[in-house]
C-alpha cells in the first residue's frame, strides 16, 4: 500500500446521510485519484487532482464531491444523492512529470455499505 | 465505443506452469500499458509498465508482451506458485490530456499446488 493511508477500513452509513472518506499520502506525488471498484467491474474514476486547490471530475462525479487543502490529502465525500453508493473506494496518487509515466500507487481501500 | 476486456472467467493452472493472461482494448491509442496485482480487499499494486513502441518487457518471473496492431497485450507468469493467486487487472494510459489511466475489471488467477 506504500504511503497511503485510507480511513476507515469498513464504513456503514444510512440512507440520506453524508459520509466522508479519508485518504493521506507521504510520497509528495501532485496528482490524487478517487476510484470506485465494483464487482466484475473495473475502476472508474470519480475525481483526481493534480494541483493543491484544484480537481476535475471523473467519469461518474455525481453524487460526490472531494476537497484538496493539502498536497497531502484528498478526502472523498459521498452524498446522499448518490444512488447506489454501496461499493469498494480506492484512493490513489502519481508523480507528475514531462514524459514520465503515471504509475498509480494506490491506499488500502474503503468498503462503504449502505444499511 | 472505447473498451477495455480482460477474461472475466478465473484462469486455473498447475504450480510451475505459465500463465498468461490477456488484455485487449478497442478504440483507444494508448501510450503505455501498465499491468498490476490486486488482493482481496485490497488497493492493486503496480506490476509492469510496456510502452506503445515496445514488443516486450521482462521482470523476474514477469513478461508483458504488447501489440499496438493487434491492440492486446499480454502478461505471462513463468514457474507459477500459489502465491501468485491474485487479480491481474491491465490499465491503458492515454496520451493527451491528464495523466489518465482506463482500467479493466480484471483477470482472477489461481494457481493449485
Known amino acids: 500500500d506504500g504511503g497511503i493511508t485510507q480511513s476507515p477500513k469498513y464504513l456503514f452509513r444510512k440512507e440520506g446521510q453524508n459520509v466522508t472518506l479519508s485518504c493521506e499520502q507521504n510520497l509528495n506525488h501532485d496528482a490524487m485519484y478517487w476510484y470506485r471498484q465494483d464487482p466484475g467491474q473495473g475502476l472508474r474514476l470519480i475525481y483526481y487532482?493534480?494541483?493543491?486547490?484544484?480537481?476535475q471530475k471523473g467519469d461518474i462525479a455525481e453524487g460526490y464531491s472531494v476537497s484538496r487543502e493539502k498536497k497531502e490529502s484528498f478526502p472523498l465525500t459521498v452524498t446522499s444523492a448518490q444512488k447506489n453508493p454501496t461499493a469498494f473506494y480506492l484512493c490513489?496518487?502519481?508523480?507528475?512529470?514531462?514524459?514520465?509515466?503515471?504509475?498509480?500507487?494506490f491506499g488500502p481501500g474503503t468498503r462503504l455499505t449502505v444499511l | 465505443s472505447q473498451k477495455i476486456e480482460q477474461n472475466s472467467e478465473a484462469l486455473n493452472i498447475q504450480e510451475g506452469k505459465t500463465a498468461t493472461l490477456t488484455c485487449n482494448y478497442t478504440?483507444?491509442?494508448?501510450?503505455?500499458l501498465q499491468w498490476y496485482r490486486q488482493d482481496p480487499g485490497r488497493g492493486p499494486v503496480f506490476l509492469l509498465l510496456?510502452?506503445?513502441?515496445?514488443k516486450e518487457k521482462r521482470k523476474e518471473r514477469l513478461k508483458v508482451t504488447f501489440d499496438t496492431t493487434l491492440k492486446q497485450s499480454l502478461f505471462h507468469i513463468t514457474a507459477s506458485q500459489p502465491a501468485d493467486s491474485a487479480t491481474y487487472l491491465c490499465a491503458l494510459s492515454i496520451s493527451g490530456g491528464y495523466n489518465k489511466l482506463i482500467f479493466g475489471a480484471g483477470t482472477r488467477l489461481a494457481v493449485h499446488p
Open positions: 478504440n483507444y491509442s494508448p501510450a503505455y
Open positions: 510496456i510502452r506503445e513502441n515496445e
Open positions: 490513489a496518487s502519481a508523480y507528475m512529470g514531462q514524459g514520465v509515466p503515471d504509475t498509480q500507487y
Open positions: 487532482s493534480q494541483i493543491v486547490n484544484d480537481f
